[in-house]
């Protein structure tokens, strides 16, 4: 699906681990162990600790199949297309390794996986970390040694160091009949507040500038918790993050109401003002079948306080077009809508049929054809709304992060720009010296349709 998110691609998560295993290079004695790790962020988290728990036991990583003597093959099973990838990625495994042991969201349906790769050593489902561990000294023994044994102190990390994902919770309680996140990965479940900021503060110690909360729904974040100790745990968990001196960047945060209590927060610099808010289309009959609540209206409402309390806010958000049922009048609302709300950045899906999801059974499918037309109408659009406001970005200075150098210039991310799925911020000059973390002052000379062209002021 070349339209959907990058987040969404698992080629794009490769890359990012083949960056970085070639960091953790394995020694020549030690059991090795291959990770290909496919899906989205919140899936990349899970690889990470997977390899944070291997290293620890003595396990080296290996960046190809070749050196490894068994390999991971981290699923994701959000679309029937990504499935496809999963099966393939799988296939290509066994082809160039033959060892080969299967996690991630794909592994809730074990009997998928080895009705096409019976070859398959071991099947696990979502944060089943043990049993992947369980099945590596299966088929790989540990053999400790106490001069390689040595973890990192925040763990071994496939996103580049200077920004790092924390997962602050599992599942979800909604039941969007477009998504089968709940069947596949439960109920919400939150980790502790203490375990997350001891998580946090690890890696800011380890030098990490950039906090990227994820989850399937931030903003019920400890919402679970029996004795919770306030109403809305995530405004605590902000709250704190935000005092560790990093960027803290929110991301897949639902528009509850008390939305409103973390933009105060932003305002003050505590929190990124960003904010990462799927609403996934404006007609409420839409999302009345979508089971999301029909409330397109107060959203706008929603976005014009957000936007008094924090006028640097940036939105990002996700849409589906082609919804079962849609009609021409519906999908107008929805551009219509977002001419009203000028989002800064937006994603948008085109709808498919996934396997056990309830829109599935819903009357009316539209055609590929209305889905493809509907979907460029709309990315003309969000196009348009994200030039003219990258534009009016033109002769200010910005902070920027530094996240790559190479002999032409420095490619930076901006408080507006979250890793992998939005913009950069070039700089095409003062760039020399600078290394991946930096910290710089830019003045902007140049807009694209997303990203930003300047000048380094503050060297
Ligand atoms: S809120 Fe997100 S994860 Fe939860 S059911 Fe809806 S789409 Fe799926």
Known sequence: ???????????????????????????????????????????????????????????????????????????????????????????????????????????????????????????????????????????????????????????????????????????????????????????????????VMREAEKLVDSGVKELLVISQDTSAYGTDWSDRPSKFPILDLARDLGRLGAWVRMHYVYPYPHVRELVPMMAEGGVLPYLDIPFQHAHPDTLKRMARPAAAERTLDEIAAWRRACPDITLRSTFIVGYPGETEDEFQTLLDWLDEAQLDRVGCFQYENVAGARSNALPDHVPDEVKQERWDRFMEKAQAISEAKLAAKVGTRLTALVDAVDEEGATCRTAADAPEIDGNLFVDRGFEGLAPGDMIEVEVDEAGEYDLWGARVDA
């Open 1 to 195: 699906m070349a339209q959907n998110p990058p987040d969404l691609r698992p080629d794009r998560a490769q890359a990012r681990l083949d960056r970085d295993l070639s960091t953790v290079r394995a020694g020549r004695d030690q059991p090795t162990i291959g990770m290909v790790s496919l899906g989205c962020p919140k899936a990349l988290v899970d690889s990470e600790r997977i390899l944070t728990r291997l290293r620890a036991e003595g396990y080296g990583i290996s960046p190809d199949y070749s050196g490894a003597d068994a390999v991971i093959v981290n699923t994701c099973g959000f679309l029937d297309s990504a499935k496809a990838e999963s099966l393939d990625a799988i296939g290509e495994a066994l082809t160039a390794n033959g060892r080969v042991i299967v996690t991630g969201c794909l592994g809730a349906e074990p009997d998928y996986i080895t009705g096409a790769h019976p070859r398959v050593l071991a099947v696990t489902g979502p944060h089943q970390y043990e049993q992947v561990l369980d099945a590596v000294h299966a088929a790989v023994p540990p053999d400790p040694d106490p001069f390689v044994d040595l973890l990192p102190a925040s763990g071994v990390k496939l996103t580049p160091r200077h920004y790092s994902y924390l997962k602050i919770s599992e599942g979800c309680n909604h039941k969007c009949k477009f998504c089968v996140i709940p069947d596949m990965r439960g109920r919400l479940a939150s980790r502790p507040h203490k375990a």
